[in-house]
């Protein structure tokens, strides 16, 4: 008999994308199951692109337990992977108590969870941390043995070609937050022999200003909803991101990156690569920007 997984997850224009885009990849691993997306229709949500992989939506009217519950019921689910900050170790306990699910839970918080399975696919997890966060029988999946890459990162790329110009990639995140995106653009165009390419979606909030911005420099590309993270990566000589998913993609294509924190949930990650030598700015800060980017990658 099929089983049946569900992913509780959400994106939007404050959330992210990179919940259902991370779930995404998760999912493929259980080719033999009926997989279906339980989420909320948020502004600026992706749940295009759950349905352009082939997977069922099932839309929730709210975050309240009661109401996943009911799904989890009516679909008799097995496996329940939980992607959300707003999901706590009291919403996990009641849906366990309730419906005997199996939990598989997604952490990068070190947050207390009520599951059978975390998993922390990050390049600072530290399975230590978690010594009475979970029961002592929850499997612990920690740190890049279970990185979880899209299919993109796993093709033969061809040798690259040196050029007199220097690639710089841009992936502030799928909704730019901080809107960083343009500043960070404004203060690359100063230097000669360089090409940008900025990665975006449609989720984030200023999109049309970033393209009209954009539009003035003829050595600024614009990737909307790119498929091709891992060729723009391969393609790039540096990377300015910020410190989550997308710095296991540039530590797995050995492409070096300064990785500028936005948010408090990045906190981890950007500590671990503070820590190990990576170059890292706790906020966009102008000068010390100018300073990495003269110094470090030797631009003029």
């Known amino acids: 008999m099929t089983k049946n997984i569900l992913f509780r997850a959400d994106s939007s224009s404050t959330i992210g994308t990179g919940h259902i885009m991370r779930d995404l990849v998760l999912a493929e691993q259980y080719s033999d199951a009926n997989i279906i997306f339980v989420t909320q229709e948020l502004a600026g949500n992706i749940n295009h692109k759950i349905k352009e992989a082939g997977y069922k939506v099932e839309l929730l009217h709210s975050n309240d337990v009661k109401e996943f519950i ?16 707003e999901i ?3 919403y996990e306990q009641i849906l366990k108590e309730n419906t005997n699910v199996k939990i598989l839970a997604f952490d990068d918080t070190y947050a207390k969870h009520y599951c059978d399975i975390l998993l922390n696919h990050n390049l600072s997890a530290d399975k230590s941390r978690y010594k009475g966060l979970v029961a002592d029988n929850c499997e612990l999946r920690c740190g890049t043995k279970y990185t979880l890459l899209r299919t993109e990162f796993h093709q033969k790329f061809p040798k690259k070609v040196k050029t007199k110009n220097k690639n710089i990639l ?4 799928g909704v730019d937050s901080r809107e960083l995106n343009i500043k960070i653009v404004k203060v690359l165009s100063r230097f000669e022999n360089i090409k940008i390419n900025v990665i975006t979606t449609t989720a984030n909030k200023n999109l049309n200003v970033l393209q009209e911005y954009v539009a003035n420099f003829k050595n600024v590309t614009l990737h909307i909803n790119t ?15 910020t ?6 993609e540039a530590y797995f294509m050995k492409l070096p990156f300064i990785a500028i924190k936005t948010e408090e949930n990045q906190k981890d990650i950007y500590e671990y690569l503070q820590r190990n030598g990576f170059l890292t700015l706790e906020k966009f800060h102008l000068i010390l920007f100018k300073n990495i980017i003269k110094n470090e990658w030797k631009l003029t």
Not at 228 to 241: G, N, P, Q, T, W
Request: hydrophobic share 45%; no cysteine.
């Open 70 to 85: 009911t799904v989890v019921e009516k679909y008799e689910g097995e496996l329940v992977v939980i992607d959300n900050y």
């Open 88 to 90: 706590d170790y009291k």
């Open 227 to 241: 498929n091709e993270v891992a060729k723009l990566m391969h393609e790039s000589d540096f990377a300015i991101l």
């Open 243 to 248: 410190p989550s998913v997308t710095v296991n």
């Open 170 to 173: 841009v992936a502030m995140g």
